[in-house]
């Protein structure tokens, strides 16, 4: 059994496979107009994605605090003044904080058996793998327990292992930093996209906060309840802005500052530099999806154009074909099938090329951000539009054509 | 007597308006039965084209009636009229009307792809009427690549591919040299003798000789209608 529709189709492929080089050349304004489209609205999704990740990251959900140490130097009147562990505490348990630690740390030689190093020495609480987003690699954390009774245990960072035991494991082993032994009792990595420019940002030895201060510390203008600044994580993003605000409150009333005294403390957030980049980002997008659609539309001209000549070039055969037998409707289903044949196949072309195109400029074999079901069919389904809207014209003119007149057309 | 296959009654065409009036066909009144060979001749603008187109279901009469195979033309709709031109006639063109990308075979099935419903057999029936005309061996072949004669035998075969009652050609010669046409008429003779009824237009009296039948018009009008010999 025949399909009604199967010998239109197999006539209008038959007949665009008897001008191979002009229906190539009307199917490239369309697969290039597709493959814009796609390749634009993709790549802006993706970046889209990619600012997103980053943004719900808690590297980009922190903020810091530290002294203005500007305004300290300038004015003398007003040394600069550090922050409590009182602070501390009472921005943990503001609602939307998701870990907040003080920041106590120094550089200090480590020196173990058989070589020694250069790093950053944290004296850490509780929170603080927490808010640095930092996940034990060998051993353990450090325990409450240990921070209160102040042992001399400590956790590097995967370059003191490299530096001092060469990547072996250095659990159960022991260290002196400033000729004070440590027992090694983990190593961590912090996570990508945490690195300081210029810095290296897995140089450092944490040690209980309290044992610090007791016996590495004691030389440094801090007092004993003291911290240099103070790390904060939001639960998210929206959380920040507000947090800020509690946080200022917070420290000014610890410091007997009123609301309209210039703080001597700079709170450094910047979520909001993130968030108009991926607005930015968005227009661009946009801006580049409307260009793609002004290359499709031009490219449904050009089908317009081509399949208003093919019925010109062809109206003999039309003739031909009325005489025959073939209704007015059977000659609109073949122009129009004609169009919408060269539009599907164009569109599946431009998908691949916009595929293509999103791939290298994005630089990712990730298929979820290269392949967005949405923007496919979106990009398609107008190549599809664009055939029928342009082709309609042609072959409507097709089919008023009146056969004797047609037959005998030159 | 059987009812005739071609009847018209007062049959008129009428193009332009008021003193630019021109009567292509003026009071046609004519009837042919199943199995004629019948030739209408006539100088160019005598009207015969306009009978032709009117009788193969392209156009319409303003005035009069027309019957073919018992369907009244003037009454039908277009859908209709294409249905009565893929069933009822075949024709057969001056310029051959050979799709020229495409083989022998596939210009024979054409008017089946117009045909509802579909038949399955397509192809048998294509390579059967090119071998009626004798062109079984050039199948695959593109008119291109044909002779004139060839081409038009081809033509032919299309006409008579799915059976009509009536086979009208117009001027089938026309574009042919007097060997071929001698050729060309006698395939056609020979297909008359089989049953199949014909209308051939020309202005030729010697290809109006093969007829068993000769109408000759003027100004739209009949002025002769005689018979050369007698019908088989």
Do not use: C
Not at chain 1, 310 to 328: D, H, P, Y
Not at chain 1, 340 to 349: C, D, E, R
Not at chain 1, 351 to 358: E, M
Request: proline share 4%.
């Amino acid at each position: 059994m025949r399909l009604p529709g199967y010998t239109t189709l197999k006539s209008a492929a038959g007949s665009l496979l008897e001008r191979p080089l002009r229906t190539l050349l009307t199917m490239l304004g369309i697969i290039i107009g597709v493959a814009a489209v796609y390749a634009m609205l993709s790549i802006g999704e993706g970046a889209k994605e990619k600012i997103l990740k980053s943004i719900d990251s808690v590297n980009a959900r922190t903020m810091s605090i530290y002294p203005d140490w500007s305004q300290g130097r300038a004015s003398r009147r007003r040394p600069w003044r550090p922050f409590s562990d009182k602070d501390v505490e009472q921005i943990q348990t503001l609602p939307g904080v998701y870990a907040a630690t003080g920041d106590l740390s120094r550089q200090y030689p480590i020196v173990s058996e058989t070589s020694d190093w250069n790093a950053n020495v944290n004296g850490i609480d509780a929170q603080y793998l927490k808010a640095k987003d930092l996940e034990i690699d060998q051993g353990r954390p450090i325990t409450s327990v240990e921070i209160s009774r102040r042992e001399t245990v400590a956790v590097i960072g995967t370059s003191v292992v490299r530096s001092l035991f060469r990547d072996q494991n250095p659990v159960g082993r022991r260290i002196k930093i400033n000729n004070i032994p440590f027992t090694i009792i983990g190593t961590v990595t912090s996570s990508a996209g945490d690195n300081w420019a210029g810095r290296d940002p897995d140089n450092f030895v944490l040690i209980p906060r309290t044992t610090g201060r007791a016996r590495l510390f004691g030389d440094h203008r801090l007092a004993r309840n003291q911290v240099r600044g103070i790390v904060i994580v939001g639960e998210s993003q929206q959380d920040l802005g507000r947090i800020e605000s509690e946080v200022d409150y917070i420290l000014r009333r610890a410091r007997g500052l009123s609301a309209d005294e210039a703080p001597d403390f700079r709170i450094f957030n910047f979520s909001a530099n993130r968030q108009s980049y991926a607005k930015s980002q968005k227009t661009l997008s946009l801006l580049l999806a409307t260009m793609g659609a002004v290359s499709l539309l031009v490219g449904g001209v050009g089908v317009m154009n081509i399949m208003l000549v093919s019925v010109t070039e062809r109206t003999r055969e039309i003739g031909l074909r009325m005489a025959v037998g073939a209704r007015r409707s059977d000659i609109l289903w073949q122009f129009l099938t004609e169009a919408v044949v060269l539009s599907i196949i164009s569109g599946l072309l431009g998908l691949g090329l916009g595929y293509g195109v999103s791939k290298i400029s994005l630089g990712t074999d990730n298929i979820e951000m290269l392949f967005a079901p949405h923007i496919a069919v979106l990009s398609f389904s107008s190549a599809l539009i664009i055939g029928v809207v342009f082709g309609f014209l042609p072959a409507h003119n097709a089919s008023r054509l009146n056969p004797i007149d047609a037959l005998r057309h030159e | 007597m059987n009812t005739p296959l071609i009847k018209t009654e007062n049959l008129t065409k009428i193009y332009g308006r008021g003193a630019a009036e021109i009567r292509a066909l003026d009071g046609v009144d004519f009837e042919i039965e199943s199995g004629e060979f019948v030739a209408i001749i006539g100088a160019s603008g005598s009207g015969k084209s306009t009978l032709m187109n009117m009788l193969g279901g392209l156009d319409r009469p303003d005035l009069g009636r027309m019957f073919i195979a018992g369907q009244d033309l003037g009454q039908m709709s277009n859908k209709a009229l294409a249905k009565f031109r893929n069933e009822t006639i075949g024709f057969v063109f001056q310029q051959f009307q050979l799709l020229p990308k495409k083989s022998a075979r596939a210009n024979v099935m054409l008017p089946l792809q117009y045909r509802r419903p579909r038949r399955e057999d397509e192809k048998a029936l294509a390579e059967q009427s090119l071998a009626r005309v004798g062109m079984s061996d050039r199948i695959a072949h593109k008119p291109t690549e044909l002779s004139g004669g060839q081409q038009q035998r081809v033509a032919i075969a299309r006409a008579l591919v799915d059976a009509p009652e009536l086979l009208l050609a117009d001027e089938p010669t026309g574009a042919l040299d007097s060997k071929t046409s001698t050729d060309v008429m006698a395939l056609l003779k020979k297909l008359n003798a089989q049953g199949i009824t014909i209308v051939l237009i020309t202005h030729d009296a010697d290809i109006a000789a093969y007829a068993t039948r000769i109408i000759t018009m003027r100004d739209g009008k009949i002025t002769a209608d005689e018979r050369t010999e007698k019908a088989p």
